[in-house]
Nanobody, 116 residues
Framework: QVQLVESGGALVQAGGSLRLSCAAS????????MGWYRQPPGKQRELVAI???????NYADSVKGRFTISRDNVKTTVYLQMDSLKPEDTAAYYC??????????WGQGTQVTVSS
């Protein structure tokens, strides 16, 4: 089984920055991608950013130019640097990992709250 542990969520003022981290452990075979989704209050979970095993990245339009995803392949850790935060970025942020068999694993989530 695979475990994902997120950290870094906090309360921050608009315009501020946060860095989320997610460490994966367990039986990980040929990881396909790691990334982040978020779920704003009362809304569905949505993609934030994905980093694939070949080094490519994909971002939601709403975060392009403000958020940066990166990976430490040795430590199987993924980071999300969030700059110029807006109140609409307030959400529970979830780490995700997809393995070779296209199974998706999820973390417990970390709360990001941006005050105006």
């Amino acid at each position: 089984q695979v475990q994902l542990v997120e950290s870094g969520g906090a309360l921050v003022q608009a315009g501020g920055s946060l860095r989320l981290s997610c460490a994966a452990s367990g039986n990980i075979f040929r990881l396909r991608h790691m990334g982040w989704y978020r779920q704003p209050p009362g809304k569905q979970r949505e993609l934030v950013a994905i980093a694939t095993s070949d080094g490519s990245t994909n971002y939601a339009d709403s975060v392009k130019g403000r958020f940066t995803i990166s990976r430490d392949n040795v430590k199987t850790t993924v980071y999300l640097q969030m700059d110029s935060l807006k109140p609409e970025d307030t959400a529970a942020y979830y780490c995700t990992l997809r393995d070779y068999w296209e199974r998706d694993f999820w973390g417990q989530g970390t709360q990001v709250t941006v005050s105006s």
